[in-house]
């Protein structure tokens, strides 16, 4: 699963290179060449079936087909791939304005194009308004014809087949629910108005939208009414795993809890998410996509636990134990569920890196699963805003915990994968500093009953992990600004 976000930053060009070849979210090119009519129509024909498939996906001009490196880009003219001549190039054969998204990268020594395709918000794919044709000797050949649709699918880009229509209309569908639920919203929040007027808290029910939720959660929590939310996380719980949207409320109960220091409510929302976890008993994609649902709801949860600063939460949170699935053993809940999502093509690669992106995507659009980074509501130009670095910082801050007290705290049948290893060191530094500052309580409260001894060699050895897999990514990873892993490493293990 790439995060299909509209971020066109530098570590979004690593993600999309990491994906390792082509599939429904990323193509790649080696070159490009708009004045010629046959790359032209090609061109066209590969960004609609983008466009068409919601929410949209990249076109990262300058790699090969297994996302490596291509010198070709060098004899492109670059002007070419101004976002204006690109919207120009596609708006001859299509009924409707696409504008795509586009970005110069220097990576490595070599110079990438990242052109993001964002669909229309209604998710309906759009037909050519006139054929795509070029000409071959005396024959003229067709790309498509005027009122094909086509789209993307896998790693290839072809005509709309019927049994697309379900997936197609899904879209549409959801837009649908969601004005019902503005309705039933308007309602409920004209009862909360009333029940506030009469000094009672609003209700908490299941379905509420984000609003609706934010305002009833903060009520309830302000006021203390913890029955109330306790019951509402037992109604959750119901629905949970199956679900998926009811694992990720959870999550928001969870950082909200965290937010106002209530443990034991965390605690509760915590437990149903880890209970229906160990309730999926289905080993297909289905399966797996629920749990990676609820590994990513425990990112946003590990995030909301370094914000808030509740260290001595993190290591029992990632040290609870899978199922015995026949020979495979896990060291954490979460690992299994990555490696089943990567295995099952969830995450748009081999590895678990992609997993980061995805939660930072969740947080960003659902600005109420960690409501005090106040998320910017566009991004027009493809970077991150302000809050999205500091979403990105913990969500990495985090990872690098979790391989932290997997390896330091766990019982040492096996590890967790450093996600964090496609970006750069500088993201976790607040984990760093936390597990290797002067304040020994934090410490403490990270790796309980640990020797410093212990703490020492479990940090060279996930450091080690680490720098390794980055290196498969042809990145050097280990540049701590702050000096104190190394330190702290230094001082209290003999590494001579």
């Known amino acids: 699963m790439i995060a299909i976000d509209g971020r066109t930053d530098d570590e979004k060009l690593k993600e999309l290179l990491a994906a390792g070849g082509e599939n429904y979210a990323v193509d790649y090119k080696e070159t490009l060449d708009l004045s010629n009519q046959r790359c032209k129509v090609e061109f066209v024909k590969d960004a609609l079936a983008m466009f068409n498939r919601y929410p949209g996906g990249y076109l990262v001009i300058g790699a090969d087909n297994n996302g490596f490196p291509s010198d070709l880009i060098n004899s492109a003219d670059w002007s070419q791939f101004d976002c204006t001549k690109l919207a120009d190039q596609i708006s001859k054969y299509v009924p409707i304005k696409l504008s795509p998204l586009v970005a110069r990268r220097e990576l490595d020594g070599h110079t990438y194009f990242i052109i993001f395709f964002k669909s229309p918000d209604d998710g309906l794919p759009v037909p050519f308004s006139k054929d795509g044709t070029y000409r071959k000797g005396k024959d003229t050949v067709a790309v498509f014809r005027k009122g094909d649709i086509v789209r993307r699918d896998g790693g290839q880009n072809g005509r709309i087949s019927y049994d697309q229509w379900s997936e197609i209309l899904r879209r549409r569908d959801e837009l649908i629910r969601e004005d019902e639920r503005k309705r039933i919203n308007s309602l409920i929040d004209r009862v909360t108005v009333a029940l506030g007027e009469k000094g009672k808290t609003p209700p908490l029910v299941c379905g509420l939208d984000d609003a609706t939720l934010d305002s009833s959660l903060t009520a309830n929590f302000e006021h203390n009414e913890f029955g109330k939310i306790t019951h509402f996380i037992n109604e959750l719980s119901l629905d949970a795993p199956q679900n998926l949207s009811v694992v990720e409320d959870l999550a928001v109960v969870a950082n ?241």
């Open 256 to 496: 909200r809890a965290l937010g106002y220091g209530n443990k034991a409510i965390a605690q509760a929302a915590i437990d149903a998410i880890y209970s229906a976890y160990l309730k999926i008993q289905d080993f297909t994609q289905d399966g797996f996509r629920q749990k990676l649902a609820c590994a990513l709801a425990a990112y946003e949860i590990g995030a909301g636990m370094v914000l808030f600063r509740q260290w001595d939460m993190i290591s029992p949170f990632v040290n609870r134990k899978s199922l015995p699935n026949g020979s495979s053993y896990y060291a954490s809940w979460i690992r299994e569920a990555q490696v089943g999502a990567s295995r099952s093509n969830l995450l748009g690669g081999e590895n678990s890196d992609n997993l980061i992106s995805v939660a930072l995507e969740r947080l960003s659009t659902r600005h109420i699963i960690l409501p005090n980074l106040s998320f910017a509501h566009s991004k027009n130009d493809g970077a991150l805003s302000s809050s999205d670095e500091r979403a990105l910082d913990l969500l990495c801050s985090f990872d690098y915990l979790f391989c932290l007290c997997v390896e330091i705290s766990g019982d040492g049948r096996g590890s967790a994968y450093p996600a964090c290893c496609v970006y750069n060191d500088s993201r976790v530094e607040q984990a760093v500093i936390a597990a290797f500052g002067p304040d020994q309580p934090i410490r403490d409260a990270l790796f309980p009953d640990k020797t410093v001894e212990q703490i020492a060699a479990g940090a060279m050895e996930v450091t080690r992990r680490i720098e390794n897999q980055a290196m498969q990514y042809g990145r050097l990873w280990g540049d701590d600004r702050t000096g104190l892993r190394e330190l702290f490493i230094q001082a209290n293990l003999n590494t001579g």
